[in-house]
């Protein structure tokens, strides 16, 4: 059973570049959570999806940042125009989704994508 | 405020000691409460988490945890440590589409 798929585990990117991160949820998962690490500070909430709908993007900056989880294929989560500050280790979790509001969703994550901007 | 402190941001202990990382909640229902592993170079790894019932509750490499209501506490142990524990630990709060992490907890190991 395979785990939480990320691709490319290492990114490196210009400034003004673009930069795409992909996360293939475990099998069964229909649920995506995106995470940033950034350097000495604790993992951040980004964004929360579902296939084909954002639950909750609270987290994400407000430009250039954006992220989709279709129907079809991996969760992207896409970095325009990049600047030195977005260099960190982005991380993908999935959970299966829960049928009722008592109950907890376990999330199981990714090895991570480390985007480093020169 | 709704948020999960883990005031160690540094651990150190000798290998075979016992371990203990903390971790304090703030939120107004009973929480959903885990702690995940971050070994260097890979991704995070749960090691157990909390919904409801027993407080005390076992998790992977023999490591347990205690939630306490009173203390606002999930206080991660383990008897005994090994090499392979050096890692970074993180206490988070998951609730209702809510996701709290806290800032980690660094563990190194002495020989």
């Known amino acids: 059973n395979a785990g939480v798929m990320q691709n490319p585990r290492h990114l490196v990117r210009r400034r003004g570049q673009e930069a795409r991160l992909r996360c293939s949820p475990m099998?069964?998962?229909?649920?995506v959570y995106w995470y940033r690490q950034l350097p000495e500070e604790g993992l951040k909430f980004m964004v929360y999806l579902q296939k084909e709908n954002i639950i909750d993007e609270s987290g994400m900056p407000k430009e250039r940042f954006s992220a989709e989880f279709p129907k079809e294929g991996p969760s992207i989560l896409r970095i325009q125009q990049v600047v030195r500050g977005d260099s960190a280790a982005y991380f993908c979790?999935?959970?299966?989704?829960?049928?009722?509001?008592?109950?907890?969703?376990?999330?199981?994550f990714g090895p991570g994508t480390r985007l480093t901007v020169l | 405020a709704q948020s999960v402190t883990q005031p160690d941001i540094h651990i150190t202990v000798s290998e075979g000691a016992s371990l203990e990382l903390r971790c304090n909640y703030s939120?107004?229902?009973?929480?959903?409460l885990f702690w995940y592993v971050q070994s260097p170079g890979q991704g995070l790894q749960l090691l157990l988490k909390y919904f409801s019932g027993d407080t005390l509750v076992q998790g992977i490499k023999g490591f347990e945890a205690e939630f306490k209501r009173s203390q606002s506490s999930f206080n991660l142990r383990k008897p005994s440590v090994h090499w392979s524990d050096a890692a970074e630990y993180f206490c988070v709060l998951n609730r209702d589409d809510k996701i709290i992490f806290g800032k980690g907890t660094r563990l190194h190991i002495l020989p």
């Open positions: 979790a999935s959970s299966r989704g829960v049928a009722a509001f008592w109950e907890a969703d376990t999330q199981y």
């Open positions: 099998k069964g998962h229909s649920h």
């Open positions: 939120y107004g229902a009973t929480p959903y």
